[in-house]
């Protein structure tokens, strides 16, 4: 699977921005997908996810109520919807995909860089 994230950019404190994953190649394989965040100076760190299939979503505590994961099936296109953006948001967002019958995401995106300005 490849995928490629878009959306990011630069935002001032209180503002949204909604990032986008599109995935290509043996998408059918999917079984999850989410994004994750790398601050500067910092470990990669989870975000959200949702099962492909379900739709059933996952939070991590610091972004619960502000953001919202989301997925178009037939475009194969997975959002990131963030509203009250915080200066601690700013980061690189990847998107990952993990297929059925594992347990690591093994897809990632070459990333995209958001910037909350304080």
């Known amino acids: 699977v490849q995928l490629v994230e878009s959306g990011g950019g630069l935002v001032q404190t209180g503002g949204s921005l909604r990032l986008s994953c599109v995935s290509s190649?043996?998408?059918?394989?999917?079984?999850?997908m989410g994004w994750f965040r790398r601050a500067p100076g910092k470990e990669r760190e989870f975000v959200a996810a949702l099962t492909w299939s379900s739709g059933i979503t996952s939070y991590a505590d610091s972004v619960k109520g502000r953001f919202t994961i989301s997925r178009d099936s037939a475009k194969n296109t997975m959002y990131l919807q963030m509203n009250s953006l915080k200066p601690e948001d700013t980061a690189v967002y990847f998107c990952?995909?993990?297929?059925?019958?594992?347990?690591?995401?093994?897809?990632w995106g070459q990333g995209t860089q958001v910037t909350v300005s304080s």
């Open positions: 190649g043996r998408t059918s394989n999917t079984a999850r």
């Open positions: 990952a995909a993990r297929a059925y019958g594992t347990t690591i995401y093994d897809s």
